[in-house]
């Protein structure tokens, strides 16, 4: 196993955190190369992007109420995406620019998920 096995796309090939992650046989793989910039409430904050083999225990098919209390949008949330060309499954975060139309697309497919 490689590491594109975890990030088929990868355009930086022997990324070590995926060799590590395949030698050691876990699901995930913290990439090194990518960090996402999310604004929540005026607050910048600076994430790791996580990349997925399979879908890990625990997580279930979002619906749209997954993303809303009291038809709030629920900024800060953190899911995942099974994107359709790659199969591989990555983390997002809902933020305030946050494209609902793009993200209900894969809600309806089927390839968005939350925590249990």
């Known amino acids: ?3 594109k096995d975890y990030c088929p796309n ?3 090939g ?3 955190n995926a060799e590590i992650s395949a030698a050691e046989g876990r699901n995930d793989v913290k990439c090194p190369h990518f960090k996402i910039i999310i604004r929540i409430d005026g ?3 600076e994430r790791s992007m996580f990349f997925y083999k399979e879908l890990p225990a ?3 098919v979002a619906t749209e109420d ?3 209390i009291c038809d709030q949008l629920q900024y800060g ?3 995942l995406i099974r994107s359709f060309y790659t199969n591989r499954i990555e ?3 809902l933020t305030e620019n946050a494209n609902m139309n793009e993200l209900d697309i894969f809600i309806k497919a089927g390839h968005c998920f939350v925590k249990n």
């Open 14 to 16: 022997g990324c070590s």
């Open 58 to 60: 625990g997580m279930r």
């Open 91 to 93: 983390t997002k975060y």
């Open 1 to 3: 196993m490689t590491y």
């Open 10 to 12: 990868c355009v930086y």
């Open 66 to 68: 997954d993303f809303r």
């Open 43 to 45: 607050e910048t904050k």
């Open 77 to 79: 949330l953190k899911f």
